[in-house]
C-alpha cells in the first residue's frame, strides 16, 4: 500500500531562519510527487512535481528536492506570508491515478 | 482563467437528510477527482471520474455516497442520509490528459459540509 509520511507535523520558525520540511514515502513505482501549499478554510494550492530522484525544482523561497525515497521542501529565509500547511503527495504509475497525501507539515513563521 | 469551481461552500444538513456536493473542473480538463478532508487528518481519495464514466470508486463508502460527471454541466458527489461522520471538508480536483507535465490535479476551495 501506497504511503506519505511527513516530519515534523508542526514546525515554528523566527522570520529568516531557513529550515527543510521532509516527505518520506512508500510506493510502487513513482509517477510523481507533489507538493501543495494549503492555507486555512481554502483548497490546497499546487507548488511542484518532481518525478525522478535527483530533480529539484525551485519557486520563490521554496525549493523542492527528490531522493528515491523522500522528498525536502526546502524554505530559504521565509516570510510570516509563508505560514500554511505544506501537503506532500505520490501518484503511482498507472494513467491519471489518485494522489496518496501525507498528513502536512503546519508552518508558522513569526516576524 | 477560471480555475475548479465548487458550490455550495458551505453545506448544513440535518441527519438523515441529502447533500449534493458540485464541482466544475478546470477549462480544458477532463479528470475529476474527489477527496475528503477530516479535522486533523490528510486527504483522503474518494473517486475519480471521466466524462460519463466512473474510473475508480475505491475510496467511496459503498453505501450512502454516489457520484456523476455527466456529459453536460458539474461533477456531483452526493451523500444520502448524512450522518455526522460525514461532516467534513470535500474537495474536489481536476487534471488534464494522461503524461508528463499534463497529470497535476489542480483544487478547488472544498464544500465544507455540517451535519447537525
Known amino acids: 500500500e501506497d504511503q506519505v509520511t511527513q516530519s515534523p507535523e508542526a514546525l515554528r520558525l523566527q522570520e529568516g531562519e531557513s529550515s527543510s520540511l521532509n516527505c518520506s514515502y512508500t510506493?510502487?513505482?513513482?509517477?510523481?510527487l507533489f507538493w501543495y501549499r494549503q492555507d486555512p478554510g481554502k483548497g490546497p494550492e499546487f507548488l511542484f512535481t518532481?518525478?525522478?530522484a535527483g530533480e529539484e525544482k525551485e519557486k520563490e523561497r521554496l525549493k523542492a528536492t527528490l531522493t528515491k525515497k523522500e522528498s525536502f521542501l526546502h524554505i530559504t529565509a521565509p516570510k510570516p506570508e509563508d505560514s500554511a500547511t505544506y501537503l506532500c503527495?505520490?501518484?503511482?504509475?498507472?494513467?491519471?491515478?489518485?494522489?496518496?497525501f501525507g498528513k502536512g507539515t503546519r508552518l508558522s513563521v513569526i516576524a | 482563467n477560471a480555475g475548479v469551481m465548487q458550490n455550495p461552500r458551505h453545506l448544513v444538513r440535518r441527519r438523515g437528510q441529502e447533500a449534493r456536493l458540485r464541482c466544475s473542473p478546470m477549462?480544458?480538463?477532463?479528470?475529476v477527482y474527489w477527496y475528503r478532508q477530516l479535522p486533523e487528518e490528510g486527504l483522503k481519495f474518494m473517486v475519480y471520474?471521466?466524462?460519463?464514466?466512473?474510473i475508480d470508486e475505491s475510496g467511496m463508502p459503498k453505501e450512502r455516497f454516489s457520484a456523476e460527471f455527466p456529459k453536460e454541466g458539474p461533477s456531483i458527489l452526493r451523500i444520502q442520509q448524512v450522518v455526522r461522520g460525514d461532516s467534513a471538508a470535500y474537495f474536489c480536483?481536476?487534471?488534464?490528459?494522461w503524461g508528463q507535465g499534463l497529470n497535476e490535479q489542480f483544487f478547488g476551495p472544498g464544500t465544507r459540509l455540517t451535519v447537525l
Open positions: 480536483a481536476s487534471s488534464q490528459l
Open positions: 510506493v510502487s513505482g513513482l509517477r510523481g
Open positions: 518532481l518525478y525522478s
Open positions: 503527495a505520490v501518484q503511482a504509475p498507472s494513467g491519471n491515478t489518485p494522489l496518496v
Open positions: 477549462k480544458g480538463h477532463s479528470h
Open positions: 471520474l471521466q466524462k460519463e464514466n466512473i
